[in-house]
Antibody
């Protein structure tokens, strides 16, 4: 069974940093692109960042470009999101999602349950 | 970027009824690369439909998708109690991949 387990969320002050992790199991991690999607309180889903299966290519939403960094460790089946210069508008539940392919251009066939990030002083 | 507009915002129906959800794109979705997800509070979103009309393994056949170009529809033929949730469409034919704002299907 495919499982995605996010961790690392919490309360952080504006301007601070946080590192999210997503532990994957139940599939060949190195064969799938992976993505972070977020949902602000009371809002819809927003794509944040994607990394291809090999880790060679990464993509970011304009709203986080230059502040967030996505990475992965295929040997450990783990996805990361390093977030810095955090703003109040980054407050959201962050979901890790597995893609249906390796290229990072498809849809998401498995999701984690999310980890809440709150940016507030 | 492609903007997806879902309607209605909320659908109030009874179990056993048919639900029809709409997703309209601001421009044509390449290859009709459109997906639908179900999301319940506190749970992981679930992929229901991809490539406009294909159901992943394990998704009941009461869920069906149709459409092309800019107009897409998710139909739930007979609502079961577990189907009351928020539904999102997503296009992945163009970058950035975008989601609609969601349709909430609630019990009447």
């Amino acid at each position: 069974e495919v499982q995605l387990l996010e961790s690392g969320g919490g309360l952080v002050q504006p301007g601070g940093s946080l590192r999210l992790s997503c532990a994957a199991s139940g599939f060949v991690f190195g064969n799938s692109a992976m993505t972070w999607v977020r949902q602000a309180p009371g809002k819809g889903l927003e794509w944040v960042s994607t990394i291809t299966a090999s880790g060679r290519d990464t993509y970011y939403a304009d709203s986080v470009k230059g502040r967030f960094n996505i990475s992965r460790d295929n040997s450990k089946g783990t996805l990361f999101l390093q977030m810095s210069s955090l703003r109040a508008e980054d407050t959201a539940t962050y979901y890790c999602a597995k893609e249906r392919g390796a290229s990072g251009r498809y849809c998401f066939d498995r999701w984690g349950q999310g980890t809440l990030v709150t940016v507030s002083s | 970027e492609i903007v997806l507009t879902q309607s209605p915002g909320t659908l109030s129906l009874s179990p056993g009824e048919r639900a029809t959800l709409s997703c309209r794109a601001s421009q044509s979705v390449t290859n009709n690369y459109l997906a639908w997800y179900q999301h319940k509070p506190g749970q992981a979103p679930r992929l229901l439909i991809f490539d406009t009309s294909t159901r992943p393994t394990g998704i009941p056949d009461r869920f069906s998708g149709s459409g092309s170009g800019t107009d897409f529809t998710l139909t739930l033929s007979r609502l079961e109690p577990e189907d009351f949730a928020v539904y999102y469409c997503q296009q992945y034919g163009s970058s950035p991949r975008t989601f609609g704002q969601g349709t909430k299907v609630e019990i009447k």
